[in-house]
């Protein structure tokens, strides 16, 4: 059973435009969330995460919106730029259980 | 270079045999994680320690796979008697956690493993 989900496989934008990436989850016990940026042959890199008690966090170009009663998480980039090219991954937690949860990703491209 | 370091980076090896990967975390982290990731999916958990107790496993974690963190720094993730289903990217990850939740965990590059 996919906990976390990311839908759409892929998104190509143009440079300058929004990106919104989108993460729906079924586990009503998430109270953490991240995403992560992928490069290939490298290891996920944190980009940035929402506690369940809010439902905005912005940092720079990258704000993560959370819906608790959706179950709904968004990732924007604003604005999208070439090097934002890569696989977006969203992961929740659950409490005091530190593991994460992973959906399957979402390859983003940003056309020049 | 403070991040979290990973060798080998690419294992190739045949099936039956053993193989031993190693994770070294940033250093004041205290909270070290592997998971595993195959074509087309997310990381998938496979065991955390704090320290040098392991405190959760996977049910993906058979038999033939041991963790260890001797000494709460680096760790070793072994696999025996290899079988083609273990091919994937091997990724540690490490965190530091005062009260309350841990941060955020930091990965590694990955070891690719394929078993032929």
């Known amino acids: 059973d996919q906990q976390v989900k990311q839908n759409s496989p892929s998104l190509s934008v143009q440079e300058g435009r929004i990106s919104i990436l989108n993460c729906d989850y079924t586990?009503?016990?998430?109270?953490?969330f991240l995403w992560y940026k992928k490069y290939p042959a490298e290891g996920p890199t944190f980009l940035i995460s929402?506690?369940?008690?809010?439902d905005k966090n912005e940092d720079g170009r990258f704000t993560v919106f959370l819906n608790k009663s959706a179950k709904h998480l968004s990732l924007h980039i604003v604005p999208s730029q070439p090097g934002d090219s890569a696989v977006y991954f969203c992961?929740?937690?659950?409490?005091?259980?530190?593991?994460?949860?992973f959906g399957k990703g979402i390859t983003l491209s940003v056309r020049p | 270079d403070t991040g979290v370091s990973q060798n080998p980076r690419h294992k190739i090896t045949k099936r039956g045999q053993n193989v031993t990967f190693r994770c070294d975390p940033i250093?004041?982290?205290?909270?070290l994680y592997w998971y595993r990731q195959t074509l087309g999916q997310g990381p998938e958990f496979l065991t955390y320690?704090?320290?040098?107790?392991?405190?959760?496993k996977s049910r993906l974690l058979s038999d033939r796979f041991s963790a260890e963190r001797p000494k709460g720094s680096f760790s070793t993730l072994e696999i025996q008697r290899t079988e083609q289903g273990d091919s994937a990217m091997y990724l540690c990850?490490?965190?530091?956690?005062?009260?309350?939740?841990?941060?955020?965990?930091?990965f590694g590059p990955g070891t690719r493993l394929t078993v032929t």
């Open positions: 990850a490490s965190s530091f956690r005062k009260r309350g939740p841990s941060y955020e965990q930091y």
């Open positions: 586990n009503s016990m998430f109270d953490y």
């Open positions: 929402i506690s369940s008690i809010k």
């Open positions: 992961a929740a937690r659950e409490g005091a259980n530190s593991k994460l949860t």
């Open positions: 250093s004041e982290h205290n909270r």
């Open positions: 320690f704090q320290n040098e107790a392991q405190l959760e």
